[in-house]
């Protein structure tokens, strides 16, 4: 009776927490999204690159064409930022298909940062002027 009632206790412990490690494997884990794009779906896997910089895989989901956006825009822009008081870097436009995903990989050397995507006119805008869409933060 023992040994069932600890297999059941170990199966039942396994259960509540494989779910959420499934989650935080592979893709990393969901990006907080802004009421302008309720069914955006972003995720982001954060790694050490081989020279000490922070690499930086995102991938998007469900993220409607920038031009369907109010205001219209378009290009998606990824930025980082060291603090809140800091200025944002563009790391980068992100493109979204035909069916709403997108990916962006990359390198900062920034460990510990903000990373957040706005909706702006060009791709090569140096500060952003739109309202974040998807943001997370990422320390090490």
């Not at 990393?28 to 309720?38: K, L, Y």
């Not at 957040?116 to 090490?140: D, K, N, R």
Request: charged share 10%; hydrophobic share 40%; net charge positive.
């Amino acid at each position: 009776m023992k040994t069932v009632l600890v297999g059941i206790l170990s199966a039942g412990i396994a259960g509540a927490f494989l779910p959420g490690c499934a989650l935080l494997g592979g893709a990393g884990p969901r990006m907080n999204a802004s009421p302008t794009v309720p069914a955006a779906e972003g995720r982001v896997k954060f790694g050490g690159a081989s020279n000490g910089n922070t690499s930086i895989d995102l991938t998007v989901k469900h993220l409607a064409d920038p031009a369907r956006l109010t205001p219209p825009a378009n290009n998606y822009v990824v930025w980082v930022r060291a603090s809140k008081n800091a200025a944002a870097q563009n790391i980068g436009a992100l493109s979204v298909d035909k069916n709403l995903t997108g990916t962006l990989n990359t390198v900062t050397a920034l460990r510990t940062f903000d990373l957040f995507i706005t909706a702006e006119g060009s791709g090569q805008v140096q500060l952003p002027t739109g309202q974040p869409l998807l943001w997370t933060s990422h320390s090490e």
